[in-house]
Structures are given as C-alpha cells and as structure tokens.
C-alpha cells in the first residue's frame, strides 16, 4: 500500500488567502522532501527536513516525525503557487524518498 | 548554477525501437534516480544509481535498463519501447542518502510517447 498519503488531493485558493498541505505517513520516516510542479512540468524542490520545521517567505513545513506526518503551510498564496505539490518521506534503512500523489493547488484571481 | 539536465526534451519512438534517454548534473552528487510520472500514480522509481557502476532496481524496474560510466551521467534504456512505457521521466541527483541531508534536485523531464 501507499506509505506516503496526500491531502487534499486538490485545493483552490483566492490570491492572499492561505491553506495548510498534509502528508500522513503509514510508518516512521526519517526525512521528508516537498516539492512544486510548476505549469511548464519542471519538480522544484521547497523543502527537505529531518524534523523541525523550516520556513521560507510565504511557505512553512513542519515534519513530525513520531506522529508520522509532515505539513506545508501557504499564506498570501499569489498566482504563481499554483501547481501540483508533491511530498516525499524516506523510511530508515531504505535508501529512496517515496513520493504522494500529490496535491494540485489553483490559485484563483 | 548548479543543475540537472536531461535529454532530450521530447522523444517520440515507435512500439519495439530502442530508446536512450540522457542525464548528466553537475553537482558531484554520488546518488542519481530514474523517475517515472503517470497521471494519478505520482513519481515512481525506476532505478537508483549509488555511483558510478553500482545501480539498484527500483518499484518498477521491469522492460528497463541503466548505465553509469561517469558519476555525473546517468541512462535510462529502453530495450524493444512499448506503448506502456509513454511517460514523463524525471531524472534525479542527491549527495549520498545516508548524508543528513540528501534533498533531490530534479531535471526538467523527457516526455516519451511510444506509438
């Protein structure tokens, strides 16, 4: 089955308002990545944590990894977020990141 | 500026040619990915590449092969293309997974169409 669980699988924002991405993992991971799939289909990478959270202008994640889930956090969403968010967790002692299905965000004028 | 590429961009093969795809990065990353991505199935792993002659089956190695000559170039091979194999690949490089702090970075994709 899927170690890596996305949510919502699709999400529409108004520009400036905010939401919160999810991922639920079926076991402990070690690190998680999260990613944007721009419009032109290019993976552009927003994040990598081993627990904590890290923040990065209008973007947050926070990985908890004894409650199994990582979170990233949009706020004053602009046009340009839209795309597919993809988070990816690697398990100890598997040598891959295994990714969600991904969350598809429109960001609405 | 530090980068993956992959080529080609676009490639369109007919059912049973032999289809070579191409990464090369810059980085002197050890570790390097052969990704698939399908609507709804998100990124799949194809290969993984720990260095330079030392490759490892993915989630869905099978009608695939790779080659790593050279730490900064990594091929995906495809023996005899089937019409199933009509995809976006995505190559990847990352510092070795047992670092703390191993985060991908992503090539721009090769969009395959098998006919």
């Known amino acids: 089955g899927d170690q890596v669980e996305q949510s919502p699988s699709a999400l529409s924002l108004h520009e400036g308002t905010g939401s919160a991405l999810r991922c639920n993992f079926t076991?402990?991971?070690?690190?998680v990545q999260w990613f944007q799939q721009n419009s032109r289909g290019s993976l552009i990478n927003l994040f990598y944590?081993?627990?904590g959270t890290k923040e990065n202008g209008r973007l947050k994640s926070t990985f908890n990894s004894k409650e199994s889930y990582s979170t990233l956090h949009i706020r004053d969403a602009q046009l340009e977020d839209s795309g597919t968010y993809f988070c990816?967790?690697?398990?100890?002692?598997?040598?891959?990141?295994?990714f969600g299905k991904g969350t598809s965000l429109t960001v609405i004028p | 500026d530090m980068k993956v590429t992959q080529m080609p961009r676009y490639l369109i093969k007919r059912m049973g040619e032999n289809v070579l795809l191409e990464c090369g990065q810059d980085?002197?990353?050890?570790?390097m990915y052969w990704y698939r991505q399908d609507p709804g199935l998100g990124l799949q792993l194809i290969y993984i590449s720990y260095d330079v002659d030392s490759n490892s089956e993915g989630d869905i190695p099978k009608g695939y092969r790779v080659s790593r000559k050279k730490r900064e170039h990594f091929s995906l091979i495809l023996d005899s293309a089937k019409t199933n194999q009509t995809s976006v690949y995505f190559c990847a490089s990352s510092l070795s997974p047992w670092t703390t702090n191993s985060d991908y970075t992503f090539g721009s994709g090769t969009r395959l169409l098998v006919i």
């Open positions: 980085m002197s990353h050890e570790t």
């Open positions: 990816a967790a690697e398990a100890p002692g598997y040598q891959n990141f295994y």
């Open positions: 076991t402990t991971m070690r690190a």
């Open positions: 944590l081993a627990s």
